[in-house]
């Protein structure tokens, strides 16, 4: 499907752009890098709404960040409880009511799926701010743009997740998109009880014959991997407190475990962070994980003209 056409899209998951519209995403944020002036009046007159059934601070407020330096304006709200959710309103009228109050749309809501059937009902693009603990297409353009810009390309690469692979939302969306790139091998490291979904695993990973690897030995592999991609425990999808506050602390990135880590490393998180990343290591040349928030303003920037289907 052509990006570029007039009808409108939704941007859901990672799946519903090819490849090649992914490089012309990566080009266009580039180019608004380089220019921001020349792009800061192309959404002037229109809406964005931001839905935000759950907390955020970067998605919401990049997303934000992103209409406005496109000219554009932004309205929404940033917990259910000030919405009509709270008075017993469904997502699909929600949405349809919302279709005529602005021009595009973006969801965050804590239950896989709901950012679906959203898209049944809008009449306007949609785009998803992470539904539950299955996706967050955005944060991976964010990813996929970091990766890019400061290793060269994306192709050729190994890349360790440590953390809550189990729920974590960020690294299903990056595992999936990644394993459509050429010869990269993925290194899962955390606790038994936190391990990347099996649908992953006998899914994406198995069809594209990407070389993957489990391990619960976080240092070995700091030795090996180009990149890793840290995540926080998601303690807000346990049902147990008290094996939250087990499972917390098991990996921890502080010097002393980079003392023997491989000195071209990458070392990535979607933010926040709790305690995963010791705050010792943020002048390490190696930690890029605010660089990687501000390239989430740009390929948001990117995203919004290609959906709008802006003149630039
Ligand atoms: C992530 C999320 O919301 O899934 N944050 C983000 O959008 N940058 C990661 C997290 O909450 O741990």
Known sequence: MDINQNTFRNFISNE???HNELEDLFCLAQNIMNNPIKYAEVAKGRIMATLFYEPSTRTRLSFESAMMRLGGNVLGFDEAGT??????????????????????????????????VAAEYTTIPLINGGDGGHNH???TL??????????????????????????????HSLVNALADFEDIEMFF?????LKIPEYLKSGVLKDNDVAFHETENFEEI???????????????????????????DIFV?????????????MIMHPLPRVN?????????????????AKYGVFIRMALIIKLLNLEV
């Open 16 to 18: 519903d752009i090819s």
């Open 142 to 171: 964010t990813d996929l743009l970091t990766i890019k810009n400061l290793k060269g390309n994306i192709n050729n690469l190994k890349i360790g997740f440590c953390g809550d692979l189990k729920f974590g939302r960020t690294v």
């Open 222 to 248: 700091l030795n090996v991997v180009d990149i890793i991609y840290m995540t926080r425990v998601q303690k807000e999808r346990f049902f147990n407190e008290e094996e939250y506050i087990r499972l917390k």
């Open 137 to 139: 297409p955005t944060q």
């Open 189 to 193: 490291v955390s606790p038994d009880e």
């Open 83 to 116: 919405s009509s959710v709270s008075k017993g309103e469904t997502i699909a009228d929600t949405i349809r009511v919302i279709s005529s109050y602005a021009d595009i749309c973006v969801m965050r809501h804590p239950k896989e799926g709901s950012v679906d």
């Open 276 to 292: 995963e990343i010791s705050y010792e290591i943020d002048s390490d040349p190696r930690a890029v994980y605010f660089k990687q």
């Open 253 to 265: 990135l502080d010097s002393k475990r980079l003392l023997n880590a491989n000195k071209n490393l």
